[in-house]
């Protein structure tokens, strides 16, 4: 494995692939059983290579579940597709290559360092010519991240925050097309919430796939370029934020009054909950 220099320069883009290709991703009549009962039923979903694709809704809607299913770790009925080739048609390691996953929680039961957690990123191109470029994927993770300055600090000694970054910067020195991100702002503060989206959209403009869960409306609606509105497993709507984000619609689906306005500046809409 390459020695990690967190000063190592970037090697071309940070967000192009190792594999230096496209994998955008297809789904049809998703289906996921959990516990006896569907938890997501019937959803059919796209995301092409520089497209942002953010899945919203109330809690138990589906959301990380369905991302889940989208990246082969849960058993589901229907179709998933990643460059045109099913998901269970692929070796773990050709997977790995393809896309990388962020979970909600990043557990580690052993005290590795930051660098070595990212450098877990690396481990699906181990053999192949892309392990060259191993310190530069990983310190160009580490710097939009902002994580750099904790490289040799042990993981579990940082802060929920940081390690919500760190577990990012893991994905992201994987290098692959295909980024499925669950909730990467829930423990983050504001300017990091920021980071995270605007890292999602530069990867996504370098030619990568990004689905991410989200609880923020406001970071989906200024971030992704379409929005799948989930409700108790099925797609209650889908569309470019400006269009999909309704009062009449997310009033109904959060079964909360809301209201929604263009931003005084930018004219994204903001959601706003009608309070009494």
């Not at 990091?192 to 530069?202: D, F, G, I, S």
């Amino acid at each position: 494995m390459t020695a990690f220099d967190p000063a190592a320069p970037p090697s071309g883009p940070a967000c192009s692939s190792s594999a230096g290709s496209t994998a955008g991703l297809r789904a049809a009549g998703v289906r996921v059983r959990l516990g006896g009962r569907y938890v997501v039923d019937g959803v059919d979903l796209h995301v092409d290579a520089g497209e942002v694709v953010a899945l919203v809704g109330p809690n138990g809607a589906g959301k990380s579940t369905l991302l889940a299913a989208l990246a082969g770790d849960v058993r589901h009925e229907g179709l998933v597709e990643i460059a045109g080739r099913a998901i269970g048609a692929y070796r773990p390691v050709e997977l790995a290559r393809l896309r990388s996953v962020l979970p909600q929680k990043a557990a580690l039961s052993f005290p590795f360092t930051v660098g070595e957690v990212v450098q877990m990123g690396r481990a699906p191109w181990a053999g192949r010519p892309e392990r060259a470029d191993d310190s530069q994927a990983m310190a160009e993770a580490m710097r939009q991240t902002e994580t750099t300055d904790f490289a040799h600090r042990p993981f579990p000694a940082l802060s929920g925050g940081e390690q919500a970054r760190v577990a990012l910067a893991r994905v992201l020195a994987q290098r692959t097309p295909l980024l499925l991100l669950d909730e990467p702002t829930a423990a983050l503060d504001l300017r990091h919430q920021e980071l995270v989206l605007r890292t999602a959209r530069e990867r996504a403009l370098g030619g990568a796939a990004v689905v991410v869960v989200l609880h923020d409306l406001g970071l989906a609606a200024a971030y992704a370029n379409r929005v799948y509105v989930l409700a108790a497993g099925r797609v209650r709507g889908v569309g470019p934020p400006a269009e999909i984000f309704t009062a009449a619609l997310l009033s109904d689906v959060y079964q909360h009054e809301v209201e929604v306005l263009p931003h005084p500046t930018g004219g994204a809409p903001l959601v706003i909950p009608r309070r009494t």
